[in-house]
């Protein structure tokens, strides 16, 4: 059930364009939490794969500085 709403809630944010998410993204990646952390960077990868290119360039500074957040992280679960 639970997995269920996880997946229906992915499909409705995949809907969402990812530049009016950048704030949200960037806000997660500086959570405490490190489940959330790592549910934000699976939802980046995601989003990244099904998003055209122009769209990426467009916000390609904040989606690096959002990568190099996370490769910066100290728990090992979410810099992989």
Do not use: W
């Not at 059930?1 to 992915?10: C, R, T």
């Not at 944010?13 to 530049?19: D, F, H, N, R, Y």
């Not at 360039?57 to 190099?68: H, M, N, P, V």
């Amino acid at each position: 059930m639970v997995e269920d709403i996880h997946v229906a809630l992915q499909n409705i944010l995949l809907g969402i364009p990812i530049q009016e998410l950048m704030e949200s993204i960037q806000t997660g990646l500086k959570d405490k939490a490190p489940a959330i952390k790592l549910n934000v960077a699976i939802f980046v990868e995601k989003t990244v794969l099904v998003t055209y290119i122009d769209t990426l360039e467009e916000i390609q500074s904040e989606l690096c500085a959002a990568a190099k957040a996370v490769g910066d992280e100290k728990d090992n679960n979410v810099r992989e």
